[in-house]
């Protein structure tokens, strides 16, 4: 499942998309128009800046940007630095310890096809696609 934190990063890389022309954008802007606390957007936006995703600038005129293109950003990329991973089990998740069942586990084989294909679908998908009002 995509937490609250996941979700809220898309909305923040598709409102910085939508006003790609705007400059630098503030956070509190940013905040008021997708209503989400200030507080959040605060723990949320400077891991996308720490990862290179956005562009931030401190001061009078300051805010944050895009750094590519929106058709340059998969909705899969986002949703991992957001949640750590998309694996839907513990024992498939980066850097888990080795499940001492794995070897005899009859449901490990559909865990990791459903995990490829998460993956599969949210890589296929662009900040840009999601801009458009006909995404399926």
Known sequence: MISTRGRYALRVMIDLAEHIDDGYIPMKTVAERQ?????????IIPALS???????????????????????????????????????????????????????????????KFHEMTNEYFDNITIADLLGDEFE
């Open 50 to 112: 720490k990862n290179n995703l956005v562009e931030g600038v401190h001061g009078k005129g300051g805010g944050y940007r895009l750094n590519r293109r929106p058709e340059e950003y998969t909705v899969g990329e986002i949703l991992r630095l957001a949640e750590g991973d998309l694996a839907p089990v513990a024992c498939l998740a980066c850097g888990a310890n080795p499940c001492s069942r794995s070897s005899h586990c009859k449901t490990i084989s559909m865990w990791k």
């Open 35 to 43: 209503g989400i606390s200030l507080k959040y957007l605060e723990r």
